[in-house]
């Protein structure tokens, strides 16, 4: 009666995990744990017959062979992952310098733009230009979404008609 409740109720260790106490397992889980063969490479003296003996030992090398595949696998999938990760780290690295140099120049065209506000005598003539060019490139990127509107209206006049 004790070792049936046992497994309703089980005891925890000081750093509150459960102690191992052999609990029935769900069938997925048997199903998932691999029979472990032996790892020891066979020897002669173990076996009645040399036909036994070569049995066992090329299942033995199977099995050898085919953990080392698995090794290597996993190994150059490590490797690729790696590699993957490197790349996408320098293209960040990329990205931030162009958003760094971007965001300097943003800053100092909103202190030009704000000193031009504040302040338009005391611009110099660099400045004024600089000014200039930012309202040009302002009005040509609203009339360029203003044609890209009336495209995009033809358009769907023309697929009405």
Known sequence: ??????????VFSFHNEPLNMNYPQSEEKRKRVKVQASRKQPS??????????QAAWHKWRQSRDNNNNSV?????????????????CLERARENELLELEMSSLSSDAKL?????????????DERDRVRLMMLEE??????????CVRSSDLGASYDA
């Open 44 to 53: 002669r003296s173990d076996f009645a017959t040399e036909r036994e003996f």
């Open 113 to 125: 733009l704000a000193k031009a506000m504040s302040q338009p005598l005391t611009l110099s003539r």
């Open 1 to 10: 009666l004790f070792r049936e409740r046992e497994h309703f109720f089980p």
């Open 139 to 148: 009005q040509a990127k609203e009339l360029g979404e203003a044609v890209d």
């Open 72 to 88: 290597r696998r996993s190994r150059q999938l490590l490797r690729s992952e790696q590699g993957r990760q490197e790349q996408m």
